[in-house]
């Protein structure tokens, strides 16, 4: 057979011998360069909706700001006792001074470990409907570049009691950096964003949340009432964002029972939710829309291809750097056992192959892999 060569940076030879196919980096590109293209049904890479395969998301924010009442850890404890997640709310001006360094020390060394998340807030407990364009992109700008500098990654921000109504607020929000925004709403149809076969929330700078407290008579009292709300989220598939403010503080807006609240995070144990920070969701969203694969072939003989394999999405993997749960599978006519990815990917580099398939996580940053398969005869 007549040989084909192109040319490629970090090329890939694969070899067949005895069963086995090893893909592997070449140490010089081919002299002759021809037109690569990709492969019709070799091997198909397909994103799955929700990490690890889950059905339904729920991400739970606090909206109180974390170190000022020690009672609000009853709900931290609460939470990661339970192997879950959280969100506070970052209102930069409480902690934008010396003294209160010793907070967002705290903050990254010890909350976010453990599954703690943050949300801007604005610089101040504003409504910032009431303000202009240019007001309100200052207070979310700066909101912005402390949590930036504090090394908080910000990506999604709450409107101080929802006000963030307005096109022009919204707009100021996203151009001071924020990726998305939460809004809330009391309208049970509006709870469920990407339910069925919906890629995203309808407007990522105003995403709906289903507010709690038990001295809020429109609002969501306590479990019973919320009970059919998560059980719906895993039936349509659908992310929600809960909103509360007081767990165990009844003195303060928005009081809800803790033992009310600890009813309600058994309940997404129960039912198997993906318990995620709000920006792991956003995170997740963006790169499994923008999640595209090359792999680049080229046959030299009856038993020798070259290959490239690249995940990619195309954002910024400095703020977009979330695992991405994908389907790999093997579809070119043979049947393998294994399948090693190197360099390792988050979730390894050894996997084990049912029906030539099998979920990883990975980043899509736009690194090259090889890969290595296996049959049965090989073991």
């Given amino acids: 057979m007549k040989k084909v060569l192109f040319l490629l940076i970090g090329l890939m030879m694969v070899a067949c011998e005895d069963n086995r196919i090893t893909i592997y980096e070449a140490l010089e590109p081919p002299k002759n360069p021809v037109q690569s293209f990709t492969p019709p049904d070799e091997m198909k ?25 020690q009672r609000i850890n009853w709900a931290v404890n609460a939470v990661v006792e339970r192997g879950l997640r959280m969100d506070f709310e970052m209102v930069t001006v409480k902690y934008d001074n010396p003294e209160n360094q010793v907070f967002i020390d705290s903050l990254l060394y010890y909350l976010k470990p453990m599954g703690i998340g943050f ?17 309100s992109y200052e207070s979310f700008k700066l909101c912005f570049d402390l949590m930036d500098y504090w090394g908080l990654n910000p990506i999604s921000y709450a409107y101080p009691g929802g006000r963030g109504y307005y096109s022009h607020t919204q707009l100021a929000c996203k151009d001071a950096g924020f990726v998305a925004a939460r809004g809330y709403t009391i309208n049970e149809d509006e709870f469920y964003m990407c339910a069925g076969d919906k890629k995203e929330p309808e407007n990522w700078f105003y995403m709906p949340s289903v507010p709690l407290a038990d001295d809020a008579p429109s609002w969501i009292e306590n479990h019973e009432e919320l009970a059919p709300v998560l059980q719906k989220t895993k039936d349509l598939d659908a992310w929600v964002i809960l909103m509360y403010h007081a767990v165990g503080i009844p003195e303060s807006f928005g009081y809800y029972s803790l033992d009310e609240f600890k009813k ?7 039912l198997d939710l993906w318990c995620a920070n709000t920006d792991q969701v956003v995170q997740y969203i963006k790169e499994k829309n ?24 195309n954002l910024d993997n400095s703020r977009f750097n979330f695992p991405l749960s994908v389907e790999i599978s093997l579809t070119d006519g043979n049947t393998y056992s294994e399948m090693e990815i190197e360099p390792a990917i988050l979730s390894g580099n050894r996997f084990g192959l049912i029906d030539n398939k099998t979920r990883v996580e990975l980043l899509p940053d736009e690194k090259v892999y090889t890969i290595t398969v296996f049959t049965s005869a090989d073991k």
């Avoid at 949300?119 to 007001?135: A, P, Q, R």
């Avoid at 923008?290 to 999405?313: M, P």
Wanted: charged share 25%; glycine share 10%.
């Fill in 45 to 69: 890479v397909t994103p799955m909706k929700w990490y690890q395969g889950k059905k339904g998301v729920v991400s739970i924010t606090y909206d109180g700001s974390w170190g000022f009442v």
């Fill in 119 to 135: 949300f801007g807030h604005g610089h101040e407990h504003i409504n910032h409907d009431s303000l202009g364009y240019s007001e």
């Fill in 264 to 270: 309600d995070l058994d309940q997404m144990v129960e």
């Fill in 290 to 313: 923008n999640f595209k694969y090359s792999l680049d072939t080229e046959k030299i003989s009856e038993d020798t291809t070259i290959y490239r394999v690249t995940f990619s999405d």
